[in-house]
């Protein structure tokens, strides 16, 4: 077990970037003066964000993004456009934002990566399940270059009969076959930590876990049947799968699916159960299994992008939010802070090694997402950072 004594796990991240990105709540509130005043950590490795999650697209949205992951040594990000579908959670989906995003992609072509999703809105029409196909190809002929689905698909989205859309409802088979027909990998966001079932979480506002809800086992079960049926298809459990306080059965899983991959967005806080060494010993023996992503949010409100003093804190809440996932995984500091609204969380680095690190940070992403191994896009990985020296940088 971990040295760790203060603990306090936060309700589910989106809540908290919601709060962050429309400007109710910024550094000041989030992060404590002695974290403040700490240098900003940033990585000398090349680092791929797999997962980030944007709301409509605004030509300012990426430049400040940009300037974040500059400071702490990020180089590209993913940004997942979602359909929220009844929950009141700000997601990215729409067929203009698709459109918007695949716009901006041609503008920032070495940064950005644009992952589609599925849109619900027509889900309860007769022709949703042959248009799904259809929409995917369109998506792909724009650029997208994955799918990310939520954990809405078997919680929440119900079809015309009024019954809960089962992810491994066999009328969605042939859109999961065709992503991996065109090479496209699924992020998919299926449950959640175990223990949502199980604990009363006063702290998460809506209530997300409802008792008329299929149990954690069931959602799992369904998404595993998709795994299995699928084999030609790539799947990358967001947040470890829904298994990260469950370390050995996200490696059975692993095993029994060459298919499925995972990332770690939002679920460090998890890690704070575990000692480094465990994390250590995790992540070499799936070192191939496993991506770089973080849940923050790319700022696309107005009242954020227009206002210089709220920017500037968005960016400076930001950078640290990132710099702590990478100064978690890259070193051996302890009592590392998480920079959420009340977070007591504190962690003690895990020191990944350096070739486990580029293959998490760059190299799985590169071989699952299509396009990022080109010529241009190897040179672009191979010039060299401002900072080699894996130093911590002061905020600029
Ligand atoms: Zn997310």
């Given at each position: 077990?971990?040295?760790i004594?203060?603990?306090?796990?936060?309700?589910?991240?989106?809540?908290?970037?919601?709060?962050?990105?429309?400007?109710?709540?910024?550094?000041?509130?989030f992060?404590?003066a002695e974290e403040?005043?700490?240098?900003?950590?940033?990585?000398?490795?090349h680092v791929?964000?797999?997962?980030?999650?944007c709301?409509?697209p605004?030509?300012?949205?990426?430049?400040?993004?940009?300037?974040?992951?500059?400071r702490?040594?990020?180089?590209?990000?993913?940004?997942?456009?979602?359909d929220?579908?009844?929950?009141?959670?700000?997601?990215?989906?729409?067929e203009?934002?698709?459109?918007?995003w695949?716009?901006?992609?041609?503008?920032?072509?070495?940064?950005?990566?644009?992952?589609g999703?599925?849109?619900?809105?027509r889900v309860?029409?007769?022709?949703?399940?042959?248009?799904i196909?259809?929409?995917?190809?369109?998506?792909?002929?724009?650029?997208?270059?994955?799918i990310k689905?939520?954990?809405?698909?078997g919680?929440?989205v119900?079809?015309?009969?009024?019954e809960?859309?089962?992810?491994?409802?066999?009328?969605?088979?042939p859109y999961?076959?065709?992503?991996g027909?065109?090479?496209?990998p699924?992020?998919?966001?299926?449950?959640?930590?175990?223990?949502?079932?199980?604990?009363?979480l006063?702290?998460?506002?809506?209530?997300?876990?409802?008792?008329?809800?299929?149990?954690?086992?069931?959602?799992?079960?369904?998404?595993d049947?998709?795994?299995?049926?699928?084999p030609d298809?790539?799947?990358?459990?967001?947040?470890?799968?829904s298994?990260?306080?469950?370390?050995?059965?996200?490696?059975?899983?692993?095993?029994?699916?060459?298919?499925?991959?995972?990332?770690?967005?939002?679920?460090?806080?998890?890690?704070?159960?575990?000692?480094?060494?465990?994390?250590?010993?995790?992540?070499a023996?799936?070192?191939?299994?496993?991506?770089?992503?973080?849940?923050t949010?790319?700022?696309?409100?107005?009242?954020?992008?227009?206002?210089?003093?709220?920017l500037?804190?968005?960016?400076?809440?930001r950078?640290?939010?990132?710099?702590?996932?990478?100064?978690?995984?890259?070193?051996?500091?302890q009592?590392l802070?998480?920079?959420?609204?009340?977070?007591?969380?504190?962690l003690?680095?895990?020191?990944?090694?350096?070739?486990?690190?580029?293959k998490?940070?760059?190299?799985?992403?590169e071989?699952l997402?299509?396009g990022?191994?080109?010529?241009?896009?190897v040179?672009?990985r191979?010039?060299?950072?401002?900072?080699r020296?894996?130093?911590r940088?002061?905020?600029?």
């Amino acid at each position: 077990m971990s040295d760790i004594t203060r603990r306090r796990f936060l309700g589910d991240s989106l809540l908290a970037a919601k709060a962050t990105w429309l400007g109710t709540a910024f550094l000041p509130e989030f992060v404590n003066a002695e974290e403040q005043s700490r240098p900003l950590y940033k990585s000398s490795y090349h680092v791929i964000d797999a997962h980030a999650h944007c709301g409509a697209p605004h030509e300012d949205s990426v430049p400040a993004q940009l300037d974040v992951m500059s400071r702490t040594g990020i180089d590209k990000f993913v940004v997942l456009l979602f359909d929220t579908a009844g929950w009141e959670y700000p997601g990215g989906w729409s067929e203009a934002n698709v459109v918007g995003w695949s716009k901006l992609l041609r503008k920032h072509p070495e940064q950005l990566i644009v992952f589609g999703t599925m849109g619900f809105d027509r889900v309860t029409e007769p022709a949703f399940f042959q248009d799904i196909v259809r929409k995917l190809d369109w998506q792909a002929g724009l650029g997208v270059q994955g799918i990310k689905m939520w954990k809405n698909l078997g919680m929440h989205v119900r079809d015309a009969s009024g019954e809960l859309l089962k992810i491994d409802d066999p009328r969605l088979d042939p859109y999961w076959a065709k992503c991996g027909e065109l090479g496209l990998p699924v992020l998919i966001h299926s449950a959640d930590p175990r223990r949502y079932w199980t604990e009363a979480l006063k702290d998460r506002k809506p209530r997300i876990h409802q008792p008329w809800m299929p149990s954690w086992e069931e959602l799992i079960r369904q998404r595993d049947a998709i795994l299995k049926r699928h084999p030609d298809t790539t799947f990358i459990g967001a947040h470890f799968g829904s298994m990260s306080s469950d370390l050995p059965r996200l490696a059975e899983t692993l095993d029994a699916y060459p298919n499925f991959h995972v990332d770690c967005a939002s679920r460090l806080r998890f890690m704070a159960a575990l000692s480094p060494e465990t994390v250590r010993e995790f992540f070499a023996k799936y070192q191939d299994r496993i991506l770089f992503g973080t849940d923050t949010f790319v700022p696309y409100v107005d009242r954020v992008l227009n206002s210089p003093e709220k920017l500037a804190q968005w960016k400076d809440l930001r950078s640290r939010q990132y710099a702590w996932y990478l100064e978690y995984f890259e070193t051996d500091h302890q009592g590392l802070a998480e920079p959420l609204p009340g977070s007591k969380l504190v962690l003690s680095g895990a020191k990944l090694p350096p070739d486990v690190l580029e293959k998490f940070y760059h190299a799985n992403a590169e071989k699952l997402i299509p396009g990022l191994n080109t010529v241009e896009a190897v040179e672009s990985r191979n010039r060299p950072k401002a900072n080699r020296d894996h130093e911590r940088t002061a905020v600029a």
